[in-house]
T-cell receptor, first 113, second 114 residues
Framework: EAGVAQSPRYKIIEKRQSVAFWCNPISGHATLYWYQQILGQGPKLLIQFQNNGVVDDSQLPKDRFSAERLKGVDSTLKIQPAKLEDSAVYLC???????????FGPGTRLTVT | AQSVAQPEDQVNVAEGNPLTVKCTYSVSGNPYLFWYVQYPNRGLQFLLKYITGDNLVKGSYGFEAEFNKSQTSFHLKKPSALVSDSALYFCAVRAGAGSYQLTFGKGTKLSVIP
C-alpha cells in the first residue's frame, strides 16, 4: 500500500514570497491533516479535513495560510506571504477516520530567508 | 486544553538494556494516547496506541507502553534496546471519541549506545 506522498521535499524562498505544498493521502482515507513542525518541537495541527470539509482550522494563521482539499482526495497548503518564522517542516497525514491513528508523509522542509 | 509533557529531551541507553521514554498528559475525559517515532529526514511512524482495555499495549518493533490513569502517564518501554531504535520519539494525546485534535509532546531523542 502506498503511503502519504508530499511534494516538494525541500523549498527555499525569500520572505514575502508565496509557496504551495501538495499532499496525496493514502487511498480511501477520509481524514487529512496538515501539521507544522518547528525544529525542536512536536508537530502542531494547522488544519484537519474530513473528506473535503474542514473539521478544525483553529490554529491556522488564516491571514497568510490557506488550504483546500479537492474532491476529498489531494490537498494543497499555501502560504502567502511567507515570514521568517514560517521556516519549519510541513507534514501531511491521513487516517481512515478521525479516531484512528494517523499516517504521515515525509514532510516538506521550508526555509524562509 | 489538552497537553503532553515529555520531561526528558534525551535518553541514552546501552544496547541490550531496557529503555523507558516518559510521557505524562493532561486532558478532559478519557484519553486516546499514541506513540510515534521519527527517523532523520522522515515523517512520523505510528508505534502504538491506547484507546481502552488492557493498560499494557504492545506495538511495532517490540515496543510497549503502559497506561496509568492515576499518574496520567503513558511511558514507552522496550525490554532490550537496539542501536536501530535511536530516533526521536513523540507522545500524543486526544480527548477521546468526538475530539479531533491530536496534541504532541516536544519529543525525546533516544540514543542507543553500542
Amino acid at each position: 500500500e502506498a503511503g502519504v506522498a508530499q511534494s516538494p521535499r525541500y523549498k527555499i524562498i525569500e520572505k514575502r514570497q508565496s509557496v504551495a505544498f501538495w499532499c496525496n493521502p493514502i487511498s480511501g482515507h477520509a481524514t487529512l491533516y496538515w501539521y507544522q513542525q518547528i525544529l525542536g518541537q512536536g508537530p502542531k495541527l494547522l488544519i484537519q479535513f474530513q473528506n473535503n470539509g474542514v473539521v478544525d482550522d483553529s490554529q491556522l494563521p488564516k491571514d497568510r495560510f490557506s488550504a483546500e482539499r479537492l474532491k476529498g482526495v489531494d490537498s494543497t497548503l499555501k502560504i502567502q506571504p511567507a515570514k521568517l518564522e514560517d521556516s519549519a517542516v510541513y507534514l501531511c497525514a491521513s487516517s481512515p477516520s478521525g479516531i484512528h491513528e494517523q499516517y504521515f508523509g515525509p514532510g516538506t522542509r521550508l526555509t524562509v530567508t | 486544553a489538552q497537553s503532553v509533557a515529555q520531561p526528558e529531551d534525551q535518553v541514552n541507553v546501552a544496547e541490550g538494556n531496557p529503555l523507558t521514554v516518559k510521557c505524562t498528559y493532561s486532558v478532559s475525559g478519557n484519553p486516546y494516547l499514541f506513540w510515534y517515532v521519527q527517523y532523520p529526514n522522515r515523517g512520523l511512524q505510528f508505534l502504538l496506541k491506547y484507546i481502552t482495555g488492557d493498560n499494557l499495549v504492545k506495538g511495532s518493533y517490540g515496543f510497549e507502553a503502559e497506561f496509568n490513569k492515576s499518574q496520567t502517564s503513558f511511558h514507552l518501554k522496550k525490554p532490550s534496546a537496539l542501536v536501530s531504535d535511536s530516533a526521536l520519539y513523540f507522545c500524543a494525546v486526544r480527548a477521546g471519541a468526538g475530539s479531533y485534535q491530536l496534541t504532541f509532546g516536544k519529543g525525546t531523542k533516544l540514543s542507543v549506545i553500542p
